[in-house]
């Protein structure tokens, strides 16, 4: 049982470890790597950020729009909404139709909050 | 006969033969993950290879162009070239990058969605691991992507990436309801979360779940294109407006590796498709007698799902921001939420409210 996650891990390890290996490939191999083309570059207008070919107007990091939040908190909202449904839908033939009524009543005590979020317009792209 | 299981029985034979030679036995559990996962990579990056040159040659094909033909037969050393071509490129890094999360978001991009091919079933017997919660362990793990293009954005510092990263976020948690909803309704009728015991399920009923279930598939295909990032859904990369979207500031072998992310996210959904809905390795229904083994109908069946989300590429034009929000949340969530209550009603109705 626990071994199968082994294989898990050990797809994480290597896939990890490939990567690196196609990092370290490329800084061989890439100009002013190891053993790639040297040549000479202004060094703070290459590495510069990149923004249209003009320079940089303040930060990058800037205030953004609120909506993303409210999608974020929705999100957490279903997201937890369909780990209650997974456990009830395996066993859903041994459940029956009381079971079912259960999940309905679960899942419209959420509907309420959609339809109320919906018209509270906080699913509206702005 | 040549069967997928067979082949499975004859490598692990070979190799735990070469393992009796070489008098490692007590190393077997450890060396063989290592290979599989080797097996893994390496059928992976072929296949996805051929599915740049495929998409290559699909968009041509659309567009009454040939295409690529000039490296090796019909091209097909063209994608080769390309992949070594991003090798020797020059790794160019913007200076002012967060340097840490900026290093490690192409290794999460890539490493979350290679891991969900632990679950992928490509014939009987013929699976990595087959964990009895496949679909959830799929979702989970191929929910990491988001966690990678935010980072991606954010630490490029640069205006672009980080709305390419905020749009992308916004979007993939937003299909990403849509899609796990979609499933709950195979789960209920074959109340399993394997995939191979997903399979046998409609190898016993006789029928695929793509016939009662033809609305989850039209859910789950849209939310996969969408969670993928690929067109029509492509807004965090929409280069008209936002140049790359969240990978602007990588170039070379780094934005190598969110391209492969992207393509094995399309094949994992794919395959997780053809699994729940178009019966994984078994053949078209009367073609049994041919003796085709499992596998060759799976990759049948996946390159034709692979073949439907390239053609939604070229034959769809890209949503807007609000359109594509609105789509997510206003129809495909409510359609799939009534898709679960109508299916347990439509089973109570046919087999009664008994327990079974």
């Known amino acids: ?126 | 006969m040549l069967t997928g299981e067979n082949i499975v029985q004859l490598v692990s034979g070979l190799l735990h033969w070469a393992y009796a030679q070489a008098g490692i036995s007590s190393l077997a559990g450890v060396i063989d993950p290592i290979i599989s996962a080797v097996v893994m990579f390496g059928f992976i990056a072929v296949f996805v290879m051929f599915l740049v040159w495929m998409e290559r040659k699909v968009s041509a094909h659309m567009q009454s162009r040939i295409g690529p033909n000039r490296v090796g037969p019909l091209g097909l050393l063209q994608t080769v070239a390309d992949a070594i071509k991003l090798t020797i490129k020059e790794d160019v890094k913007p200076v002012n990058r967060d340097k840490v999360p900026y290093f490690i978001a192409p290794i999460v991009a890539f490493v979350a969605t290679f891991m969900g091919m632990v679950v992928i079933p490509f014939d009987k017997g013929v699976v990595v691991q087959d964990l009895n919660v496949g679909i959830l362990y799929i979702i989970a793990i191929t929910g990491f992507t988001v966690i990678a293009i935010l980072t991606a954005g954010w630490s490029s510092n640069n205006k672009y990436a980080l709305l390419g990263g905020f749009r992308s976020a916004a979007q993939i948690i937003s299909y990403e309801v849509s899609l796990v909803l979609s499933v709950v309704p195979i789960i209920m009728i074959t109340g399993t979360l394997s995939l191979s015991g997903i399979v046998e399920y409609q190898k016993q009923a006789g029928y695929w779940f793509i016939l009662p279930q033809i609305v989850a598939f039209l859910i789950f295909i849209t939310s996969a294109t969408a969670e993928a990032n690929r067109a029509p859904f492509d807004i965090p990369e929409a280069e008209s407006e936002l140049i790359g979207g969240f990978h602007t500031e990588y170039s070379g072998v780094k934005f190598a590796m969110f391209f492969l992310g992207e393509y094995i996210a399309v094949v994992v959904s794919s395959a997780v498709a053809v699994t729940l809905f178009l019966g994984g390795w078994l053949p078209l229904p009367y073609l049994d007698f041919l003796h085709i083994p499992g596998f060759v109908w799976f990759l049948a069946k996946l390159l034709l799902v692979i073949y439907l989300i390239m053609a939604f590429r070229w034959t769809f034009p890209r949503l807007r921001v609000d359109q594509l929000m609105d789509f997510g949340w206003k129809v495909l969530i409510p359609i799939s939420i009534i898709n679960i209550l109508a299916t347990a009603v439509v089973w109570f109705c046919l087999y009664g409210k008994g327990a079974q």
Do not use: H
């Not at chain 1, 082994?6 to 490939?18: D, M, S, T």
């Not at chain 1, 000479?40 to 590495?47: A, G, N, Q, V």
């Not at chain 1, 079971?99 to 509270?120: P, R, S, T």
């Open chain 1, 1 to 126: 049982m626990l071994e199968q996650y082994g294989y898990v891990l050990v797809f994480l390890l290597a896939g990890i470890f490939f990567i690196l290996m196609a990092f370290i490939t490329g800084w061989v191999f890439s100009p002013n790597g190891l053993l790639g083309l040297r040549y000479k570059y202004k060094k703070e207008i290459l590495e510069d950020t990149y923004e249209c070919g003009v320079e940089t107007q303040g930060t990058s990091w800037f205030r953004f729009n609120i909506s993303f939040y409210l999608y974020a908190l929705l999100f957490v909202i279903f997201d937890i909404e369909t780990v209650f449904l997974y456990p009830w839908a395996v066993s859903f033939k041994k459940l029956g139709v009381f079971g079912f009524v259960e999940m309905v009543v679960f899942i419209a005590i959420l509907l309420v909050g959609f339809a109320y979020a919906w018209k509270k317009e906080a699913l509206k792209w702005e």
